[in-house]
């Protein structure tokens, strides 16, 4: 239902993008999703790895002076059509929850279907709600798998 | 005799009502302030110059009027300018050598040297200390006020000394633990120099050695370093405070609540003032202590500027003792800054960005004026603790950061949230401060 989502602080400054993913990339972390959130003074960049991947990433980066933190998002299939993602979004509102973020991943998940990260105000209630909606949800070996 | 009755050196004095408290106060300032007038004319000048005569001075409340001391008076009037006594009562000379230029030296009549081991006296009783302990001390015994201080100090309660002095640390760990030490003197960092050697050696203060407490002092410290003493030496840590220029360590001292030094206020007046105007600040604010001698002969100083920052409170301790305390320094006035007229210290900042480990992140303050109005930025490297994946949750952080430095300091700021080991470290002690306002 929850797949683990890395997050890393990254200041906004020329560069500062390309050096996190080099250190990355050199030390062969496969990036199966990747958001980057910014504001005037920072960002917030959000990665999607696999299950074997994630701490030594979180190793790397932490020593090399990065702030990064393991959190907990949803990973739901869209049908990749007109509307799909205005579907989903619909049955959400009705429920009263709201995105905080929202992401894909850089590949399908299966041919004709969108996956998609998110982040509700109340991730319990979300999973819930898609659950009962029979909305596919990913989990972590489904995104091992990818 | 209770625990209680026992631990306090002088009971009729350090659980004194305030009221009567305060009327000794003003009796032995008047004295004092005549005295001063009388004998020492540097300070009858400053008086004139300030229009007060010794009759203004009625009580404690009129100390306020009398001009201040400052360190640089001790070395513009060495070595005998500001004694109050002929120099044939004078029996001690002690001082420091000072960093820059001419030394400091301040001389003691017999009755100061009674004073000041009366005040190390009660110091030592407040860490458990009676006539059946033995006292280790690794303070230097020199013209340093430290060693000679705990040396008079034990020697009034009739406990066994060992005047070890300081450095020789095998010799030190040898003595402790053939003459079974209970009580150690010396420097914060020292002691946990001690017992980071200790532990070395394969020592277990516990089976191994004799010691219950330490009474630390001559540099700040803080409570990390409290904990990690006593966790070395497996004892009871309390900080003293002193300065030369006063009488020596004891002017304050901490009992085993370690909630604050109690200030010996028979013999000091303590004040906070406000290091810009000058005014007297109420208990509970932040500012720079001043003391007044009120017992001493041999060279009182009256509102004496410590340049020391630090809170002062008088609620009653649980140990029973009416004497005010003290906070930790929190630092210096030199540090201080002077923000759209409001005083803001480091510190105070500093004491807003404490995580729950009790450190507090790398930051830096940047100070500008822009528009002919002065402006705070504060730079804070960024903890795990703050960090969350939504940018809210980093906006609330730095919301939350500024409000509280708003009600500590009293100024708005803009916080900004920067990289970690992104503000250059420096080396030995930390710069905090860009002013790039150009006022000098």
């Not at chain 2, 032995?28 to 000048?45: C, F, Q």
């Not at chain 2, 001389?107 to 009660?122: F, H, K, L, P, Q």
Request: glycine share 8%; hydrophobic share 40%; proline share 4%.
């Amino acid at each position: 239902m929850f797949i683990k989502q890395i997050s890393v602080f990254l200041e906004n400054h020329p560069g500062a993008l390309r050096e996190m993913t080099e250190l990355l990339g050199k030390g062969g972390v496969d990036m199966l999703a990747l958001s980057v959130a910014d504001t005037q003074n920072f960002g917030i960049i959000r990665i999607i790895v696999s299950s074997d991947q994630i701490d030594p990433a979180v190793e790397a980066l932490r020593a090399n002076g990065y702030i990064a933190k393991v959190n907990h998002v949803i990973c739901a299939e869209v049908p990749d059509r007109p509307l799909g993602l205005c579907e989903l979004l619909a049955l959400v509102e009705k429920a009263g929850l709201s995105v905080e973020y929202m992401y894909s991943f850089l590949r399908a998940s299966r041919p004709g279907e969108a996956a998609l990260i998110l982040r509700f105000s109340n991730g319990e209630k979300a999973a819930k709600l898609f659950q009962m909606n029979s909305i596919k949800t990913l989990s972590q070996e489904d995104v091992d798998g990818m | 005799m209770s625990q209680t009755e026992r631990r306090i050196y002088n009971p009729a004095v350090e659980c004194i009502s305030r009221d009567e408290l305060h009327k000794l106060q003003g009796e032995r300032l008047v004295k004092t302030v005549k005295r001063e007038y009388e004998n020492v004319p540097v300070y009858r000048a400053r008086m004139d110059a300030a229009g007060v005569k010794p009759e203004d001075i009625r009580g404690l409340e009129d100390l306020k009027y009398l001009p201040f001391m400052e360190k640089t008076d001790l070395r513009d009037y060495y070595p005998f300018q500001l004694f109050a006594s002929p120099k044939k009562d004078i029996i001690r000379i002690q001082g420091s050598s000072g960093t820059t230029g001419k030394p400091i030296v301040s001389g003691y009549t017999r009755n100061d040297i009674e004073v000041w081991s009366e005040m190390m006296a009660r110091t030592l009783t407040a860490a458990g200390c009676t006539d059946e302990d033995i006292v280790q001390v690794t303070y230097g015994l020199g013209l340093f006020t430290g060693g000679f201080g705990a040396y008079q100090g034990a020697d009034k309660l009739g406990a066994m000394v060992i005047p070890m002095s300081s450095g020789n640390t095998q010799r030190q760990i040898t003595m402790m633990k053939d003459l079974g030490t209970t009580i150690l003197c010396c420097t914060p960092s020292y002691a946990t120099y001690l017992g980071e050697t200790i532990r070395e050696m394969g020592i277990d203060p516990a089976k191994d050695l004799k010691l219950k407490a330490g009474c630390f002092g001559a540099e700040p410290w803080t409570e990390e370093m409290r904990v990690r003493i006593e966790q070395l030496l497996n004892i009871d840590a309390c900080d003293i405070y002193g300065l030369t220029e006063i009488a020596g360590p004891g002017v304050a001292f901490e009992c085993l609540e370690k909630h604050g030094m109690h200030i010996n206020e028979d013999h000091v007046i303590a004040e906070i003032i406000n290091p810009t105007t000058g005014e007297q600040l109420p208990y509970g604010m932040p500012g720079e202590l001043v003391f007044t001698t009120i017992t001493k002969t041999g060279m009182p100083m009256l509102r004496y500027r410590t340049h020391d920052i630090c809170t002062l409170t008088d609620d009653k301790c649980r140990c029973g003792r009416t004497l005010a305390r003290m906070g930790r320094i929190t630092g210096r006035t030199d540090d201080m800054l002077v923000i759209r007229g409001v005083n803001v210290f480091p510190s105070q900042i500093e004491s807003v960005l404490v995580g729950a480990d009790g450190v507090a992140p790398h930051y830096m303050l940047v100070v500008d004026r822009v528009n002919s109005s002065d402006t705070l930025e504060v730079q804070v490297e960024l903890t795990e603790d703050m960090f969350g994946d939504t940018v809210s949750h980093i906006e609330n952080v730095r919301k939350y950061i500024t409000g509280q430095i708003k009600s500590v300091v009293g100024i708005a700021s803009k916080v900004t949230l920067v990289a970690p080991k992104s503000i250059p470290r420096s080396e030995g002690k930390a710069k905090r401060v860009i002013d790039k306002r150009n006022l000098h």
